[in-house]
């Protein structure tokens, strides 16, 4: 499976800085992005028991209701001390109005409840893709690093001014969206993806 310059492709998500950061993440290779809450597409329930399950789901159902070539992401914060959580509920944390404040104040509470001294964590994202014709791909990647409280920086999205990578200092909240696309988990997914099914 191939996409070339100047071909549609549609992200599968309703999180605007999600679909945002994919379109960076492809602007290099010509390729025109389109949301699914642009289109109008319901979100579909997310019933996996994995990320790679979700995006699977997703990105098959957006691939049959809007008759494009569909990328979907899951992707979330996993902490070791919270025995992987919030993993696949990532945004479910956050509440319906999608609030990450409530959701990185509730990865606190929960950590000091069990008096939790390691901080480790990772991100994980798998994107997956679909073809309306059946066809579909995964793309798997993950980035190590730890926690920080309280949260730092107004960029990035979602759990990101809470975590910071291996080897950085600063949270993924504070660096520059062109440095965290280098490093982050959805980069790493997203390399595999370009060698697998983009035209340079």
């Not at 049959?64 to 479910?92: K, M, N, Q």
């Not at 404040?101 to 994202?125: G, H």
Request: contains cysteine; hydrophobic residues 45%.
């Amino acid at each position: 499976m191939k996409l070339l310059r100047g071909e549609a492709l549609l992200v599968a998500s309703h999180n605007p800085g999600k679909v945002l950061e994919i379109a960076d993440l492809l602007s290099p290779y010509g390729i025109v992005v389109r949301g699914a809450a642009e289109l109008g597409l319901p979100e579909p329930e997310e019933t996996g028991a994995t990320f790679a399950e979700n995006a699977m789901l997703k990105a098959r159902a957006a691939a049959d209701a809007g008759e494009l070539v569909a990328l979907a992401d899951d992707s979330g914060l996993s902490v070791t001390a919270l025995g992987g959580a919030p993993g696949i509920y990532s945004a479910r944390w956050a509440g319906p109005k999608k609030n990450f404040a409530l959701a990185m104040a509730r990865v606190e509470r929960e950590l000091k409840t069990k008096s939790a001294k390691d901080l480790s964590a990772k991100f994980v994202c798998a994107l997956a893709l679909a073809t309306p014709s059946g066809e579909t791909d995964l793309f798997e990647g993950e980035v190590q690093g730890h926690l920080v409280f309280p949260p730092r920086g107004r960029n990035g999205f979602g759990y990101d001014p809470i975590f910071v990578a291996d080897g950085m200092k600063q949270t993924f909240g504070e660096i520059e969206p062109a440095q965290k696309h280098a490093i982050s988990h959805r980069a790493r997914a997203f390399e595999k993806f370009a060698t697998a099914v983009l035209t340079p």
